[in-house]
């Protein structure tokens, strides 16, 4: 069992004013059966009326509005939230993909979590399931190999992806954060044809030697019928432990994407998200990271250009 204090900060400026900001978070911590929320508190700047609700994947989901004109928006989520794994590695209980065809039938949800991206790079898909012989193996036997291959194969790189980023381009460089390692992942076991879904979270490994702490991390969850939904981390190769907070769970990033939104106006913005993570023992773990957003149309950078222009004229 442990407990963390987390402190998740998003905050987007705006080089202009803008208003009529739309937006929509998913930054509300689940309630599992492994994990208990003790405390919460949302910060937004203005302090709009969010309107809650329950999206398709059971999530809880929060909608405000800032109508105001404003240069800049902070979004702060505090939680204070207890993890209990009792069971820390699954039980590999021989189940094979083809026991999974009557429950997908159905389940028209699990039917949906098992159909794969239509990729220019499925042969490479296909080449590392063959690697592993995935045919001769059961569903937990394939998931692990294939976090394994990932881990063995992929190299763990900040800063040369974003939320745009594709699986053909994860796959022709191999490189990448746990957003990525999660997607290919995902790719690799719908292929096979298991139910597998996208998850957001936090990882917290304290005093272990785990990738991805202090910031938000990604991982995927495999469905079986016997054992429900089970997580494993391709980015540490491992199952979901005590160390794993989980946000939202989807179909991919979009599904479970912490914030996102539009806006009136004409301006550019940067995203810049922090997450600081507290341990009972009182140490304490920060990591801020800059965003790479989709770029401009050229365009709209004509126009943004423009304006600077008059500006720096008066």
Request: charged share 20%; proline share 4%; glycine share 4%.
């Amino acid at each position: 069992m442990a407990i963390y204090k987390i402190v998740h900060v998003t905050k987007y400026n705006y080089n202009w004013p803008i208003k009529e900001s739309i937006n929509e978070i998913r930054m509300f911590p689940h309630h599992f059966d492994n994990q208990e929320v003790l405390a919460y508190e949302l910060l937004i700047t203005q302090n709009p009326k969010v309107t809650l609700s329950t999206d398709f994947n059971g999530n809880r989901v929060g909608n405000f509005c800032l109508l105001a004109p404003h240069s800049e928006m902070t979004i702060e989520s505090k939680m204070t939230v207890k993890v209990n794994h009792s069971l820390k590695i699954p039980e590999i209980d021989g189940l094979r993909v083809e026991d999974l065809a009557q429950e997908k039938e159905k389940n028209v949800y699990l039917l949906r979590l098992s159909s794969p991206e239509a990729i220019e790079k499925q042969d490479q898909v296909q080449f590392i399931l063959d690697q592993i012989d995935y045919t001769n193996k059961s569903v937990i036997e394939i998931a692990q190999l294939c976090s394994q291959y990932i881990f063995e194969n992929f190299t763990y790189t900040k800063g040369i992806t974003n939320i745009e980023t594709t699986i053909d381009e994860i796959l022709a460089h191999r490189q990448g954060v746990c957003q990525d390692f999660a997607i290919v992942l995902l790719q690799l076991l719908r292929t096979v044809g298991i139910p597998t879904r996208y998850v957001s979270g936090y990882i917290c490994p304290f005093e272990t030697a785990l990738r991805g702490e202090g910031a938000t991390h990604a991982w995927v969850e495999i469905h079986t019928p016997k054992q429900g939904w089970l997580g494993i981390d391709p980015t540490n190769n491992i199952w979901t432990m005590d160390n794993h907070v989980k946000l939202a769970v989807g179909k991919n990033f979009k599904e479970c994407s912490p914030a996102k939104g539009t806006f009136k106006g004409l301006s550019k913005q940067t995203l810049s998200v922090s997450v600081a993570i507290s341990y009972e023992n009182g140490s304490y773990v920060e990591e801020i990271t800059d965003v790479q957003l989709q770029e401009l149309s050229p365009d709209i950078q004509q126009q943004l250009d423009y304006l600077e222009q008059l500006q720096q004229q008066q």
